[in-house]
């Protein structure tokens, strides 16, 4: 009886040993920005945020402008203004200046909200693709190794050649 119970307790290691070998994770990885780079819609995507960059630069080069001329007249006038008329432009000089400042500031956070806005579906793409590769492969895990430095990474796991087929790129 001893003896049944010890095969039958080496046999049951051994089927719980192979189980364990076959749930091993699988890990891969993919440098996404670059998959993301190749993408026709990251193209337009830039070419539309450079254009909405370009309507508030083309602002903020008129806003300048005119703050130095006005910053020029004022120190070429100043010697020959009272104080009343002095204290008058310089509060008309710093409040353009607020005004530069606040639309710069402004103008920075709408031209990322749009990065952001047309963005996000695009990296949503790309992770379908990455996901749906991973999930066909077998992979349990996939790191985005353009965020992490790798110090080991074999050929076999990169799964950037199989992502772009997903996306139909070349």
Do not use: H, W
């Not at 891969?28 to 190749?38: E, M, P, R, S, T």
């Not at 083309?58 to 806003?63: A, E, F, G, I, V």
């Amino acid at each position: 009886m001893k003896k049944v119970f010890k095969v039958a307790l080496v046999v049951a290691c051994i089927v719980f040993a192979g189980n364990m070998a076959k749930a091993q994770t699988k890990i891969g990885y993919i440098a996404l920005d670059q998959l993301v780079d190749q993408m026709p819609e990251t193209k337009t995507a830039i070419a539309s945020i450079t254009a909405y960059n370009k309507q508030f630069i083309d602002q903020l080069t008129t806003m300048n402008n005119e703050l130095q001329s006005k910053g020029q007249a004022y120190q070429a006038q100043r010697s020959t203004m009272t104080d009343a008329i002095r204290t008058s432009k310089e509060g008309e000089l710093a409040d353009l200046q607020k005004r530069f400042q606040d639309y710069q500031t402004t103008a920075q956070q709408q031209v990322e909200a749009k990065r952001n806005e047309l963005g996000k579906p695009i990296i949503e793409k790309a992770r379908a693709a990455v996901a749906q590769v991973a999930k066909e492969k077998g992979y349990t895990y996939v790191i985005n190794s353009s965020q992490t430095d790798l110090v080991v990474s074999p050929t076999g796991d990169d799964l950037m050649a199989e992502a772009k087929v997903k996306l139909g790129l070349k």
